[in-house]
């Protein structure tokens, strides 16, 4: 079946523009997660969505990140005024539940350069 | 706050064996999981222990001693394809949120 996907797979934009991230988890998952992995980097957890519950924003890093699922599946990652320090690798993952019992499944990023 | 710590290199041959270690620091433990990411591509699931002691999926490996806050991943029959990055990742914390350590780069010679 279809893995996760994400859009765009690249993206370039000048520092102080808005942009949007988009992912289609797998269907049926109800558990969504966010991560930035900068060059040579670990995973930095930024958002995650568990069903209808209230998300865990625990890793955003600013006010300027922000995130929504609708319908309990799409999820759009929103980044405001970027700045050149948000350039990196943005993943989406789900998964059956939440928690990491489950394996997560990760699409295949976009790679966000700031100019 | 979770943390862990694993080497960033190793570098091994074809055909031996090789074992990334990790440790980590967490509240409310419930699980160890290792993910291997090729250059360019997405993480990929490779295993989880939620219990002490080895889970063993083909040529791969994983370990954990809750006691110690230790685990490792054992590779063996290196291939050159099993060149990548090898995280261990802890589900803890009161939201069992995922945290990635910052990777083992594996490189591995002809």
């Known amino acids: 079946g279809a893995g996760v996907s994400q859009s765009p797979s690249n993206k370039v934009t000048e520092k102080g523009k808005d942009v949007e991230l988009r992912c289609d988890p797998i269907s049926g998952h109800t558990a969504l997660y966010w991560y930035r992995q900068s060059l040579g980097q670990g995973l930095e957890f930024l958002i995650y969505?568990?069903?209808?519950?209230?998300?865990?924003k625990s890793g955003l890093p600013s006010d300027r990140f922000s995130a929504e699922r609708t319908g309990g599946s799409v999820s759009t990652l929103t980044i405001q005024r970027t700045q050149q320090e948000d350039s990196a690798v943005y993943l989406c993952?789900?998964?059956?539940?939440?928690?990491?019992?489950?394996?997560?499944?990760f699409g295949p990023g976009t790679r966000l350069t700031v100019t | 706050g979770q943390s862990l710590e694993q080497p960033s290199e190793v570098t091994a041959v074809e055909g031996a064996i090789v074992q990334i270690n990790c440790t980590y620091q967490t509240s409310g433990f419930y699980g160890l999981s290792w993910y291997q990411q090729h250059d360019g591509g997405a993480p990929t699931f490779l295993s989880y222990n939620a219990l002490d002691g080895l889970e063993e999926t083909g040529r791969f490996s994983s370990f954990l001693s809750r006691s110690d806050s230790y685990g490792y991943l054992l590779l063996q029959e290196l291939q050159m394809k099993d060149s990548a990055s090898y995280f261990c990742?802890?589900?803890?914390?009161?939201?069992?949120?995922?945290?990635f350590g910052s990777g083992t780069q594996l490189t591995v010679l002809p």
């Open positions: 993952a789900s998964s059956l539940v939440a928690g990491g019992v489950d394996e997560q499944y």
């Open positions: 990742a802890v589900t803890g914390g009161s939201a069992r949120q995922l945290t």
């Open positions: 969505f568990q069903g209808n519950s209230a998300p865990d």
